[in-house]
């Protein structure tokens, strides 16, 4: 029905697929965009409600190749088939749900191919980059990680950022924060160094020997957590801003387009949007491998994008989506595990694009890990992170989520 994106029921195509066996999708190429239009459009809803299993041909169409966005009607494929090279719309949501399993052939192609946009790493890559104990190793040679995460308010947002940085083999953690998060976290975690502030002069108290920083998670907005912040980004030390420090940032960006230190931003589609002001949370999902590199650039500095496929981008390098996302992780305080795990390799010595793609793979692994596939909570990903990292270690099979 040339022009039309609706096909009647009772049409040849209808029928043909509704009663198909196996629906092989190959309506556009990878240069198409846009979103499909007229009959294709109507095609892709009719293989949809169609019991049959959809095999996509390099790409499930309706997917913009090089970022995932999907404006309108696409194709969800069982498996997608794709041929030369892995596309960024394969590895990146909302394009990534809709790609199922997908199944490489290589044609020979690499010699002819441009250099990447967007890498994919896989257990033997986070294996090369993780941090090992050498023989000469002490705790201050394997990382000296600060941080200043938690409230009387959100005082399980410190507990468990801190166990996230213990089980990430940070050396030393040292904790800052108020008396009774403070207690807190010494109770459950009696290796933590921790400093007690004064809630009258809280930047006093604030450990001066440290490798990293991770601030924000449950800190709260206040004019001491500004104050804070600002302290902490006038260090020439590697800094994690999660949660309220990223919406701190949005009233001061200054704080770190000015700052010459290694800096990791960690928002959900939320958070981002409050340091790009003129975009709402639905266009960031919409479109995360774009605006999750526009911040980087903005910003100067590496952002993980959060969310149901984590990308990271930094100026001047590929980004990186992960493959080891899971729905699992939407738990409360699974990202202040995260943020604690990322502080623990960037203290020991793993720039912030490095730290946030092992990071980020660990944590879904783990989460994968922790109750073979079973709900689990924030606390449970504490526990599997030793498991995740055995994983890894042990070889691509035993590593792959």
Request: a negative charge.
């Amino acid at each position: 029905v040339p022009g039309s994106a609706e096909i009647p029921a009772d049409s040849e195509a209808a029928t043909e697929i509704a009663a198909a066996d196996l629906i092989v999708d190959g309506l556009v190429g990878i240069g198409g965009s846009g979103g499909l239009r007229g009959p294709h459009a109507g095609v892709a809803v009719l293989a949809g409600a169609a019991e049959a299993p959809t095999v996509a041909v390099d790409l499930p169409s309706g997917i913009d190749a090089d970022t995932g966005a999907v404006e309108g009607p696409a194709v969800r494929a069982d498996v997608t088939v794709t041929f030369g090279t892995h596309k960024p719309g394969l590895f990146v949501n909302p394009g990534a749900e809709r790609a199922g399993v997908v199944e490489y052939v290589d044609i020979g192609l690499a010699a002819e191919l441009p250099a990447a946009r967007l890498e994919c790493p896989q257990a033997g890559d986070i294996d090369a980059l993780l941090p090992r104990p050498e023989p000469e190793s002490n705790k201050y040679r394997r990382g000296v990680l600060a941080m200043a995460v938690g409230s009387e308010r959100y005082r399980g947002a410190a507990v468990l950022a801190a166990g996230g940085a213990l089980r990430g083999g940070v050396g030393m953690l040292r904790y800052a924060g108020l008396p009774a998060v403070a207690a807190e976290v010494l109770h459950r975690w009696p290796e933590v160094v921790v400093s007690v502030l004064d809630p009258d002069d809280p930047l006093t108290g604030l450990p001066e020997r440290a490798n990293a920083w991770v601030v924000g998670p449950g800190r709260g907005t206040d004019a001491a957590a500004e104050a804070e912040l600002e302290a902490v980004l006038a260090t020439d030390l590697p800094v994690l801003l999660d949660a309220d420090a990223v919406t701190l940032l949005g009233r001061r960006p200054t704080l770190v387009r000015d700052r010459a230190a290694p800096t990791l931003l960690t928002p959900h589609a939320g958070e981002l949007a409050r340091v790009l002001p003129d975009t709402g949370p639905q266009e960031i999902e919409a479109r995360r491998l774009e605006h999750a590199t526009r911040a980087a650039e903005e910003y100067g500095c590496a952002v993980l994008l959060k969310g149901s496929s984590t990308v990271i981008a930094e100026p001047g390098r590929p980004a990186a989506a992960d493959p080891a996302g899971t729905p699992l992780l939407a738990t409360a305080g699974s990202g202040d595990v995260l943020s604690g795990l990322i502080g623990a390799l960037l203290s020991g010595g793993l720039a912030p694009r490095e730290a946030a793609m092992c990071g980020t793979y660990l944590h879904g692994l783990a989460a994968r890990l922790a109750h073979d596939g079973a709900p689990i909570s924030a606390s449970d990903l504490i526990g599997a992170l030793p498991e995740a990292v055995r994983a890894v270690r042990s070889g691509p099979a035993a590593g792959r989520p």
